[in-house]
Nanobody
Framework: QLQLVESGGGLVQPGGSLRLSCTSPGSSLDLYAIGWFRQAPGKEREGVSC????????MYADSVKGRFTASRDNAKNTVYLEMTSLTPEDTAVYYC???WGCGYYPVPTEYDYRGQGTQVTVSS
């Protein structure tokens, strides 16, 4: 069983930035595709990004393209989601997920494993 742990959420003003992290204590993420998805109250779950395993490409939702960047540091067994130019519409609980692939667009919202989520609130 793969355990995923997210961190880095918080309160940020519109236009600000945050970096989320996702790691797996005791297990390597190297072979997994790692994605981020978010859930806001009253809204459907939305896939944000999905990065293929080591050295693979990343797909992004249109809503975050150009603002969010996903990356992997295999040496640290950590996947990051760098979020810039945040708006109140980005407010949600953000989850990371792991699967054997990302499939085809749109960005997936279902994964074999997922973390508990981290809250991101964008507000002045």
């Amino acid at each position: 069983q793969l355990q995923l742990v997210e961190s880095g959420g918080g309160l940020v003003q519109p236009g600000g930035s945050l970096r989320l992290s996702c790691t797996s204590p005791g297990s390597s993420l190297d072979l997994y595709a790692i994605g981020w998805f978010r859930q806001a109250p009253g809204k459907e779950r939305e896939g944000v990004s999905c990065t293929l395993s080591s050295g693979g490409s990343t797909m992004y939702a249109d809503s975050v393209k150009g603002r969010f960047t996903a990356s992997r540091d295999n040496a640290k067994n950590t996947v990051y989601l760098e979020m810039t130019s945040l708006t109140p519409e980005d407010t949600a609980v953000y989850y990371c997920g792991a699967a054997w692939g990302c499939g085809y667009y749109p960005v997936p919202t279902e994964y074999d494993y997922r973390g508990q989520g981290t809250q991101v609130t964008v507000s002045s």
